[in-house]
């Protein structure tokens, strides 16, 4: 019974090898990526910066744009600010229900897109992290179009992460890659206040 398991495994995996081989040798694409991360559940930005962890591990260029929130005291830019390959910018004024003035909030993203169009130009970033982007486009902060276009015209190489709620059909459309997060459950939720090392 054991030896005609054992043989039928070795039979599957040997034509589950020969898919996954021939799947690999079809994607013989480089290019640049715009990964969108999205969705309700916890891991948005935290999944951003574990690519980043990943390209500065192979001497890539980041750069990051945190928009939105206004906090300095996070775990990942006093890491991330640190390394030599990593450009760090917090663009926030606060949360939209913190500041409660749409006008200084589309001043600040205004400043804030500026310096993430810069990067968007520049070959020399093979990575970008626009986390919490979407907000600016679902507040109409900045103007959608200008933001898909330079998106579609950065260097062909560059990688870019989008992050944030609710993102645009448009943006998942340019996208190459899109994840949703689904929130199944969160300890906020049962009154657990943000834990430093884990919420920021
Ligand atoms: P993270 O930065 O932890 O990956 P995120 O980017 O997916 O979270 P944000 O909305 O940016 O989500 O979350 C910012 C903060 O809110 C984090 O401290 C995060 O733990 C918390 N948070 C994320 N999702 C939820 C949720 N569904 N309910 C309550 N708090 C959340
Ligand atoms: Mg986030």
Redesign the pocket.
Known sequence: MTDKKNAYHKVRMERKKTQIDASIAKANIEKGILLV?T???????????GMVARALGHDLKVGVCQF??SRTDTG?EAFFSAQPNCEWHVLGDGFTWDTQNREQDIATSERGWQIAEKMLSDPSYDLVVL??LTYLLSYDYIDKQRVLSALQARPEMQHVVV???SAAAELKEIADTVSE?Q?VK????SGVK??IG???
Not at 186 to 189: D, E, I, L, M, T
């Open positions: 991360i969705g309700n559940g916890k891991g948005k930005s935290t999944s951003a910066f939105i929130k990942e986390d919490e992050t944030g709620r997060i929130e969160h300890a906020y939720k943000a834990q884990v919420d920021f």
